[in-house]
């Protein structure tokens, strides 16, 4: 992605309803919004996984 001028501006993070979030920005600056619905189970392991990577980010850009 940072090969074609995106980079990531914000999460992952699994919401409550095992959605889970990850922002980019392209060149212009534009922020899109990725989602990926998971089943619960996967949601879980994967709240794991963001955490355990040290990668977790709790709020979207631009919040606080």
């Not at 990531?8 to 979030?21: K, L």
């Amino acid at each position: 992605m940072r090969e074609r001028g995106l980079e990531r501006v914000g999460g992952p993070r699994v919401r409550d309803d095992y959605v889970e979030q990850i922002y980019i920005a392209d060149p212009d600056g534009h922020v899109i919004e990725l989602l990926c619905q998971h089943t619960p189970e996967a949601g879980h392991a994967r709240r794991i996984e963001i955490f355990d990577l040290g990668i977790a980010v709790p709020v979207a850009p631009g919040t606080r």
